[in-house]
């Protein structure tokens, strides 16, 4: 129990400095959805390097990496599943009258904002391509 209070402590102290590192950059306190940012860029990063440690066969590393990217999720909204993301997407095409390819962008910027944070940027994009493309 305890190695697992000091990985804990370790990756919320890790969270806390790139959070203040961000807030030094910018020079100025972080809004929510800025934090989140930051919490979303350090599970990527761990999700990254989960990759590299299993490739590399360290079982060690890639242990830890996962219980690391277990307590960041804890910190993060609940992610959106496959039919809410795709019920989402239906709803933001019809609102905004996309029919083709050529319209991702006005998609993608409507709906962006509503899953920030809870769905992957690039499975979105897939995800909007592939339905105007069956349109």
Do not use: C
Not at 36 to 54: G, M, P, T
Request: glycine fraction near 4%.
């Amino acid at each position: 129990m305890k190695d697992q209070d000091k990985l804990r402590l370790s990756v919320l102290r890790m969270v806390r400095a790139a959070i203040k590192n961000v807030e030094i950059e910018k020079r100025r306190p972080l809004t929510d959805d800025e934090v989140l940012d930051v919490l979303n860029r350090e599970l990527k990063q761990r999700q990254e390097s989960l990759a590299e440690f299993e490739k590399a066969g360290r079982d060690d590393l890639s242990r830890q990496a996962e219980e690391e990217i277990r307590i960041l999720r804890q910190y993060l909204p609940e992610p959106l599943d496959e039919e809410a993301l795709a019920a989402l997407i239906d709803e933001v095409i019809r609102e905004t009258g996309a029919t083709t390819k050529r319209d991702l962008g006005k998609v993608m910027s409507v709906l962006m904002p509503k899953v920030k944070g809870r769905a992957d940027g690039k499975k979105v994009n897939q995800m909007v391509q592939q339905r105007l493309a069956d349109a």
